[in-house]
């Protein structure tokens, strides 16, 4: 009765998205290569595209931003056609991607909204020709199959030097690789009309194999159910078909369906937990869906959909992204000339939107590999653990990473201390026993007056004791805000923003007088906006500077706002002149330009003292100080080995610090060495990092990644770098590097990346903890960048030690960062110390040059008609909002009884009145039923 039994998807129905779902600004030409085009993680989709070159790929997401728009955006991965593509069953963010210039890439992307990066995470390089396939393994972690002209390859990323195997030679071109879904089998399929099955641990020579291909015409394979196996190709008459194999009898087919004669290649995708089999020919417009049974019939046709336009590849996305409470089984992405579509395969079902119909919905494979690459090579058959579709079954999101715990495990061993470098105590108050001597004083001058006006506080209790020390000591600024300002203070309608710098650029800059803003238009064109006329840009285009190259980094001139220098994708450095009152004309010609680097730049950074001083970085491997005003490159410090992620001055002006991909932290003291004076162990991610000074010097603060990619904070005593770092904090998990701000009048450092939505704020103590939480800042949409103003730019009567430019898709909005105070109408002295006139030169770049050394002046930001608060008149404790014991404590027992007995006689009401019901009236006994 087996083959009378109803399937629960043979009423499946395909829905293609409505137009305004599709994804545009797709160009998507015809390849000739063996890949499907096109895939898609949970999160991301990328595809081959015809602009920029066939080394191109084009990047969008699966779902539409916070806008209902997606953005594409192109990575330039290879020097020749990209012919394949896989993302990471375990990583929704990582792509490899094989091409005919005979490497193996592998990419970790990012929003592609963001900056994509610039190099592979890794580069394989077979040595076997052009390579047209590459899938990754389905359930051990770090292994890929990659198809070379004629020969399947294993690869272990974690060993770079040789692949695991090569498996036997085809007899001619390798045309699809798939791995059956218990990972234990590779089976291939090949210009020579051979089927074969190999079992990479045992042998190099297949386990299966048969002349089973009627043509040899470009044929796909696909891992069935069990031991079946799906082939698409061309009969003996050029029809195409699909058939369904037996691994164990490949000499003939259990099944096969004719598609008709196009010339087309099918590209089949199956869903191993429905059975569901989509087949979409190249050029066509019709996408069929067969149901694969293991009893007759084994291919059952479910629909046939007609899409508006032709298909130039196809994707599946992952079942985790699917919108199950509408009943939806797949999804697939259709690539055509111009767009991608998804098209929605629902069962119809009553209730569906309301409940989840686990029927449909078998547990699926999850996203944890079930082993390394090492142990499936060992003999391993470990398959990865299924999840629950259910969204009531779903894993409640995992905590944030504790960034306080290694300061927690050192809390009870601290002592009283006084930290000069902040500025305030950190010592215990005197009813703290030992073991509570991490808390923070409550002293008039730590919390400006808050305690005033209140009763002094009962000594705690021990729970209250332990939840302090459990939490350690608090900044003074734990509750720091940030709050975006008025409208009138936003520059908007910004169109054409360049959102695709470089990594090692912070995007976007700003001085007290304008901000400079890199626009995607040929050229190099660099916008430069006036602060003094806030409000809606015309429509109208702008007069820019033209860089005519790429722009790489650019910066203003700390001692000049009117001097901008920007790095080119030449490895030359133009220094532009703007004109008082801002642009009123195009810029063209350039005051000076700076040229030695042999290859592109990677970052520039001017002198914090010396007016007229550069420095740069670039692929070269060098980093190059130049003397702006004489036009001369008068340093060359090397020892870099790799890409250099970022590079700061110290405060004196005397040492640079930089911090490269090669996992070296390295400080130079210009003037002395072209080697580095010292040199110490980085963060062990090498997607990117930032380096500040911090502390008045003494210290260096790293961001960067970890080697799981998480984002976080190293901090290293800058005379002892070879120990590595002395404390770091983990942030959380993002693609894009933290870039910090220090502020040194308060030690508080304020991160965020390109395409983040919240600002973390840290104080930076040089007594553990050293990373001491605040309050972070949460934008409502992800932001390009955050450039910070002088300090002269902070409000001191409403307590802003911060303010900082947002850029947005089309806005630049001022953002003040607040130290929440109740005595607003005095001086806050303890928060602002006198400040450094950052803006004035110290000395020149000659003299810096000869030997000198110079410091800033300071100056304090205390207006004249404003009090300091440690002068603010001590108030009178008042006595209010004692607690009810107090009271009771007051009053005899005879008292107290007949206070509790009053009150509830008026809760209750008069004992003597009647209840309502007493005046109802009952029934005869006789009319109660028996």
């Not at 508006?308 to 699917?322: E, Q």
């Not at 390394?372 to 905590?399: F, H, I, M, R």
């Not at 036009?631 to 060359?636: C, D, F, N, P």
């Amino acid at each position: 009765m087996n083959r009378f039994k109803t399937s629960k998807f043979k009423n499946t129905t395909p829905k293609i998205a409505k137009k305004d779902g599709w994804i545009n600004n797709v160009r998507a030409g015809s390849f000739s290569c063996q890949g499907n085009h096109i895939k898609a993680s949970s999160k991301l989709v990328a595809f081959n595209t015809e602009q920029a070159g066939g080394g191109m790929l084009g990047l969008s997401s699966v779902k539409p931003g916070s806008d209902g728009q997606w953005t594409v955006t192109q990575i330039s991965c290879h020097s020749d056609l990209v012919t394949d593509m896989d993302f990471s069953p375990f990583d929704e963010s990582l792509l490899a991607t094989c091409s005919g210039d005979e490497t193996v890439k592998l990419w970790r992307l990012c929003d592609p909204e963001l900056q994509q990066p610039s190099s592979p995470e890794l580069t394989l390089r077979p040595g076997h020709g052009r390579l047209e396939l590459v899938a990754f393994h389905p359930t051990s972690s770090g292994l890929l199959a990659v198809g070379a002209t004629k020969s399947p390859l294993l690869w272990d990323t974690s060993r770079q030097d040789a692949p695991l195997a090569v498996l036997e030679q085809h007899g001619d071109q390798l045309q699809s690789l798939s791995w059956k879904q218990d990972g234990s089998l590779l089976a291939s399929s090949c210009k020579d009309k051979m089927l074969r099955v190999f079992d990479p641990r045992a042998q190099l020579t297949p386990v299966q194999s048969a002349k089973s291909l009627q043509n040899n015409k470009d044929s796909r394979i696909l891992w069935a159910k069990d031991d079946f196996l799906i082939t698409t190709g061309f009969d003996s008459m050029r029809g195409r078909e699909v058939r369904l194999w037996d691994m164990k009898k490949l000499n003939s087919s259990l099944s096969t369906v004719s598609l008709g004669t196009s010339s087309g290649t099918l590209i089949p995708l199956f869903d191993d937990d429905t059975g569901l089999l989509l087949l979409a020919g190249m050029g066509d417009t019709a996408i069929d869906c067969f149901e694969v049974s293991s009893s007759e019939p084994l291919l059952s046709q479910v629909s046939h959909c007609l899409a508006d336009t032709s298909t130039r590849g196809v994707a599946m996305v992952p079942k985790l992204a699917l919108d199950v409470m509408s009943c939806e089984v797949m999804r697939v992405l259709q690539l055509t000339d111009s767009c991608i579509v998804p098209i929605s395969y629902q069962v119809p079902r009553k209730g569906s939107g309301q409940e989840f119909h686990d029927d449909l919905y078998p547990d699926t494979v999850g996203t944890t590999p079930a082993m390394s690459a090492d142990e499936w090579w060992q003999g391993g058959n470990k398959q990865v653990e299924k999840v629950s579709l259910n969204p009531n079954k779903q894993p409640k999101p995992k905590a944030a990473p504790a960034k306080e715990m290694p300061a927690k495990k050192e809390l009870a061993s601290k002592g009283s201390k006084e930290d000069p470098a902040r500025g305030c105590s950190t010592s215990s108050s005197p009813l703290s026993t030992p073991s509570s001597s991490a808390a923070p004083s409550r002293s008039p001058s730590s919390t400006s007056g808050l305690s005033s006006g209140f009763l002094p506080s009962p000594s705690p209790s021990q729970s209250a004791k332990a939840i302090q020390n459990l939490l350690g000591p608090t900044s003074k600024f734990r509750h720091i805000q940030g709050a975006v300002m008025h409208r009138d203070t936003h520059i908007t309608n910004l169109r054409g923003l360049n959102l695709t710098t470089p990594g090692e650029s912070d995007g976007f800059c700003a001085n007290s007088q304008r901000v400079a803003v890199p626009l995607a238009i040929s050229g190099g064109q660099i916008a430069i906006l006036e602060r003094s006329q806030p409000g809606r840009l015309p429509d109208t285009s702008m007069p820019t500077i033209q860089n005519s190259v790429n722009v790489v980094d650019f910066s203003w001139d700390p001692f000049d706002t009117h001097q901008l220098a920007v790095a080119g994708d030449d490895a030359k450095i133009r220094v532009w002149q703007v004109p008082e009152g801002g642009l009123t004309e195009t810029l063209t010609e350039p005051e000076v330009i700076l040229q030695g680097h042999t290859e592109k730049i990677y970052s520039i950074k001017y002198h914090p003292l010396a007016s007229g001083l550069l420095v740069s970085s670039s692929y070269d491997l060098t980093v190059r100080l130049w003397d702006v005003d004489s036009g001369e490159e008068v340093k060359i410090l090397s020892g870099h080995q790799d890409q250099i992620f970022g590079m700061a001055w110290s405060p004196d002006g005397k040492l640079l610090a930089t911090v490269c991909k090669d996992g070296k932290v390295r400080i130079y003291d210009p003037r002395k060495s072209a080697e580095p004076v010292q040199e110490g162990p980085g963060p062990e991610g090498h997607r990117g990092a930032r380096v500040v000074w911090v502390c008045e010097g003494k210290y260096l603060l790293v961001s960067g990644f970890d080697s799981r990619s998480e984002r976080g904070l190293y901090l290293y005593a800058a005379d002892s770098l070879s120990t590595g770092a002395i404390d770091t904090a983990m942030v959380d998990v993002s693609p894009s590097t933290l870039i910090p701000f220090y502020d040194p009048d308060t030690s508080v450092v304020i991160l965020t990346g390109k395409g983040d939505t919240r600002v973390h704020i840290y104080e930076v103590v040089t007594e553990a903890p050293h990373f001491m939480p605040c309050s972070s800042f949460n934008s409502p949409e992800p932001h390009k960048g955050l450039a910070f103003l002088p300090k002269t730019e902070c409000s001191v009567r409403d307590v802003e030690i911060a303010v900082g430019l947002m850029l947005t898709k089309t806005t630049i909005e001022p953002v003040a960062f607040r130290v929440p105070r109740v005595k607003k109408e005095f001086f806050q002295d303890d928060v602002y110390t006198d400040t450094a006139v950052c803006w004035e030169p110290a000395l020149t770049a000659s003299a810096w040059l000869s030997g000198m050394n110079g410091h800033h002046k300071k100056i304090s930001l205390k207006p004249k008609d404003m009090t300091p608060v440690s002068e603010a008149p001590k108030e009178a404790p008042v006595r209010k909002y004692l607690p009810s014991s107090v009271y009771l404590e007051e009053k005899t027992d005879e008292q107290k009884k007949e206070e509790l007995l009053t009150a509830m006689v008026a809760k209750l009401g008069n004992m003597d009145d009647p209840l309502p019901q007493e005046s109802f009236e009952g029934v005869d006994e006789d009319e109660w039923d028996d």
